[in-house]
């Protein structure tokens, strides 16, 4: 089947600090990845996503590389805010003629101090 | 272009009790997946519908919870007889179509807690 293994947390940080968040995916097929914030009391958003290996996602700093040699798509942010915290989680979607269901992982809480 | 949307945001029931929760996908969108977060835990898909039809309750727990998604209307998910261990957040996604190329957007969800 279909799994996602995530860094567990929590993980604090200093402002400024470098961000590192590991990802790991099992997946029948060819995956489509995923990285989805959620800030507290909201929803999931779509932070950027990544569709064949070697694909990059970017946005608001973060930055994650499709790796399918090592089946890896960890999160990265040269430079955290206190606006970051939040939960982060890593997902997939595998081509199922036209059932396409994400596979989450348990999600990383992340706090940044001032 | 309104978001997803999801009511009510948070409902409270008694054991025994019946939850309605609803969402209405976003403008367009023919798809609706809902997930389940248990406290400290990912989100969990249960079902996928597209209008008037199940496509994918393999996630949906055997008895007591049923999905549609009418032709008019929003999508409700509904739970009988809820438990405790039925409290969790509740998350309900929309895409136009297909969504392995396409984003899931997400609605803010529905806290339940059962008493």
């Known amino acids: 089947g279909n799994s996602v293994t995530q860094m567990e947390g929590p993980v604090t940080l200093s402002e400024e600090a470098f961000l590192t968040i590991n990802c790991t995916y099992t997946?029948?097929?060819?995956?489509?990845l995923f990285w989805y914030v959620q800030y507290p009391g909201e929803g999931l958003q779509l932070l950027l996503k990544?569709?064949?290996?070697?694909d990059k996602g970017s946005n608001k700093g973060f930055e994650a590389t499709y790796r399918k040699e090592t089946t890896s798509f960890h999160l990265e942010k040269g430079s955290v805010q206190v606006s970051d915290s939040a939960v982060y989680f890593c997902?997939?979607?595998?081509?199922?003629?036209?059932?396409?269901?994400?596979?989450f992982g348990t999600g990383t809480r992340l706090t940044i101090i001032p | 272009n309104a978001g997803v949307m999801q009511n009510p945001r948070h409902l409270v029931r008694r054991r025994g009790q019946e939850a309605r929760l609803r969402c209405s996908p976003m403008k367009g969108h023919s798809h609706v997946y809902w997930y389940r977060q248990l406290p400290e835990e990912g989100l969990k898909f249960m079902v996928y519908?597209?209008?008037?039809?199940?496509?994918?309750e393999s996630g949906m727990p055997k008895e007591r919870f049923s999905a549609e998604f009418p032709k008019e209307g929003p999508s409700i998910l509904r739970i009988q007889q809820v438990v405790r261990g039925d409290s969790a957040a509740y998350f309900c996604?929309?895409?136009?179509?297909?969504?392995?190329?396409?984003?899931?957007?997400f609605g803010p969800g529905t806290r339940l807690t059962v008493l």
């Open positions: 997902a997939l979607i595998v081509s199922n003629f036209g059932n396409e269901k994400l596979t």
């Open positions: 990544a569709t064949k290996a070697d």
């Open positions: 519908l597209q209008k008037e039809n199940i496509i994918d």
């Open positions: 997946a029948t097929g060819y995956p489509s």
């Open positions: 996604a929309s895409s136009p179509q297909s969504s392995y190329y396409n984003e899931q957007f």
